[in-house]
């Protein structure tokens, strides 16, 4: 079968991505598997039914997705980056996304969990989401459920006692809360969640 090739490469590439990125929480609608000695497909063979065209820029995504999860966006200015034309790339991702590797709103949520854990601050968390490509309105919303969940001043304030020690090294307290002041300005948190974790630092401990 002259498919029995190809199909087994983005088959493989499927499967590896499931993984690398222990895609549990995704829905996969179809993978096709193919027997070594024939072509006799064991489900629909959905993915191979494409151009040799279509195919090579698939398989372009797939090594990208390979490496990590990417936005929309994202993945589509890779590609086009790499030659392919807006609409060839825009094609591959829709199908990407139909077949549960590109997901904005899931990427959404892990990467601002991700940010977050690093101690950073909401504009901070929302500058970086912006760039990865994601909506304006997906930020918002996510943002919006994060706050809820957890408060900028709580966050803030684990954040400075990290920073406690190497803080104490500046003897002058005056000059010592404006750099953490600065400190927690950088890592993106608004005033008032640096007010709050001022207001409630142990600096002396």
């Known amino acids: 079968c002259r498919n029995g090739r190809n199909g ?17 929480r995704i829905v996969l609608l179809k993978i096709v598997i193919f027997s070594p000695h024939s072509c006799r497909k064991k489900t629909v063979p959905t993915v191979i039914k494409m151009t040799d065209a279509e195919r090579k820029i698939m398989n372009k995504a797939f090594r990208l997705l390979k490496i990590r999860p990417h936005t ?23 199908e990407c996304e139909r077949l549960g590797f590109v997901n904005d709103e899931l990427f959404a949520e892990d990467y601002l969990r991700e940010l977050a854990g690093r101690g950073q601050g909401e504009h901070m968390i929302r500058m970086k989401m912006w760039r990865k490509g994601l909506p304006e309105q997906l930020i918002e919303e996510k943002l919006s459920e ?23 090294r500046e003897s002058d307290r005056f000059k010592r809360r404006a750099k953490a002041y600065r400190f927690l300005a950088s890592r993106g948190f608004d005033a008032d969640a640096i007010r709050s974790a001022l207001e409630g630092w142990d600096e002396d401990n």
Not at 8 to 24: E, R, S, T, V
């Open 146 to 168: 994060f706050r809820d969940s957890s408060s900028a001043a709580e966050r803030a304030t684990k954040v400075l006692e990290g920073k406690t020690t190497l803080l104490k």
């Open 72 to 94: 929309r966006q994202e993945l589509i200015r890779k590609l086009t980056a790499r030659g392919y034309s807006y609409r060839e790339a825009a094609a591959a991702v829709a």
């Open 8 to 24: 087994m490469q983005i088959a493989d590439a499927i499967l590896f991505l499931m993984y690398q990125f222990h895609l549990n």
